[in-house]
């Protein structure tokens, strides 16, 4: 069978989209996930974005990573998927649904924003800050170690402004960008500074914007579409 697919973008963290509303896909098991991902056998991409069908949004977003494990949330798959699906059907938002809630995401003059939804401090210690956000992350202030349960995040410098960090995700490895890491990032700087102003997270791909408004941490970037193909 031949299989279309998109790849796309967002600071370097890149995905491959396949959409199951338009075509059959073939079963998702992990050789097949493993092999799109591969840079050198496949197309190559940190994560695999498959799309369904949804009741309550214009499609159910699943999230492969390179490995074939699966992830819960991806601030950047969203956006890109958010971006793809307003070009699509012309209208000035996209709603995504994913594992655990729904989200929206809309097109400003920065790129495309995405309203993530709640994150949750799970753990504050002298080291690092636990944030859940969907995915569990872990951001390092000190002392950084492997932590195989979590996303991490290395903080090198921050203030009340900006953070520079850098990311490990489960399943893909070090990233050049993270967007829900982003977002953790924020939401534990927040908690050290007092703070709720926007930020802008660096990361070795690019930079994003982290704000929030009561409960919502909202995302904003550039996105690109790099090609389409067929499988």
């Known amino acids: 069978m031949n299989l279309p697919f998109v790849k796309m973008q967002a600071q370097g963290n890149d ?112 080291d690092y800050i636990d944030v859940m956000i969907g995915n569990p992350h872990r951001v390092y202030f000190n002392n950084t170690q492997v932590c195989a349960e979590r996303n991490v995040e290395m903080v090198s410098a921050y203030d009340e402004k900006q953070a520079s960090i850098r990311i490990i995700e489960r399943g893909a490895g070090e990233t050049l960008a993270c967007g829900s890491g982003a977002c953790a990032t924020a939401v534990a700087i927040w908690h050290k500074t007092s703070t709720s102003d926007p930020l802008t997270i660096h990361m070795l791909g690019g930079d994003v914007a982290v704000s929030r408004s009561n409960n919502t941490i909202y995302l904003q970037g550039e996105v690109q579409h790099v090609f389409s193909g067929e499988l």
């Open 15 to 126: 995905f491959v989209i396949l959409d199951g509303l338009s075509n059959t896909l073939p079963e998702l098991t992990q050789a097949f996930i493993t092999k799109i991902c591969n840079r050198h056998l496949g197309v190559g991409c940190d994560q695999l974005l498959v799309l369904e069908q949804h009741a309550d949004a214009d499609v159910l977003m699943l999230i492969y990573n390179a490995d074939g494990s699966q992830a819960a949330n991806c601030g950047n798959g969203l956006r890109c998927v958010g971006d793809l699906l307003m070009q699509q059907t012309g209208k000035a938002e996209a709603c995504i649904a994913l594992a655990d809630r729904i989200v929206s995401a809309r097109r400003t003059d920065k790129g495309v924003q995405v309203a993530m939804g709640e994150a949750v401090i799970e753990q504050v210690t002298d």
